[in-house]
C-alpha cells in the first residue's frame, strides 16, 4: 500500500474559496477605476474647448455603482442643460456641424433664431461667440444667434474609457487574483 501526503490541502481550497470574493472585488475596482478616468476624460475635454465656466458643466458630472454578486453596473452622466448643449450644438449651426457626436443619437435642432438679453449675461457673446447685438433704442438689446457648433466632450472620453476596458478589467482583477498567492 502507497501512502500518499497532501500538504497544504486546506490552505488551497480556502484560496479557492475565496476567488469569486476577489474577482467581485477587482471588477467593483476597475468600475472605479475607469469611472475615475471618464470623470478626468470629460473634465480634460472640457478644460480644452471652453473658454469661461467649464466648471458649471463638469461639476455636473454623476456617476453610480450598482453591484450583484458576479456583476457591476456602473453609470456615468452629466445633469447639466449646458453640456447637451455643448455636446450637440445648438440651432442651424449645430445641425450643420455636428461632427463627433454619438452616431446613434440624432438631436432635433431648433431652426429660428432666438434672443439673449444682454443685461442677463455677465460675458460679452460677441466678443467670445460673435453674436450681433440688437441696436435697439426702444428697449433692451438683445443679442441674436442661431445657434452653436456642437463641440463634443462627453461621447469621446467615453469612447477612450470603452476602448481601453478589457486591460483595465484584466489588469485590476489580476491584481487582485495575486493577492491569493
Partial sequence: MVKITIT?????????????????????????????????????KLKETVQYGYG???GNNKQSIEEKPGKVT?????????????????GKVGEE???????????T???YPWF???DQVRLDLNQIYGMPVTD?????NFYITDGQP??????????KVIENHEKTLEHVINQKLRELE
Fill in 74 to 90: 456602473a453609470r456615468f452622466w452629466n445633469d447639466s442643460e449646458i453640456g447637451s448643449f455643448r455636446e450637440f450644438g445648438t
Fill in 116 to 118: 439673449i438679453p444682454v
Fill in 8 to 44: 497544504g490541502l486546506e490552505q488551497a481550497l480556502k484560496k479557492i474559496d475565496m476567488v469569486p470574493e476577489k474577482l467581485q472585488a477587482g471588477l467593483v475596482e476597475a468600475t472605479k477605476e475607469m469611472l475615475l478616468t471618464m470623470d478626468g476624460l470629460t473634465k480634460q
Fill in 136 to 140: 435697439n433704442k426702444i428697449s433692451d
Fill in 150 to 159: 456642437a463641440r463634443p466632450w462627453f461621447y469621446p472620453a467615453t469612447q
Fill in 56 to 58: 458649471q458643466i463638469a
Fill in 97 to 107: 456641424n455636428n461632427q463627433g457626436i454619438a452616431p446613434d443619437v440624432n438631436p
Fill in 109 to 111: 435642432y431648433t431652426q
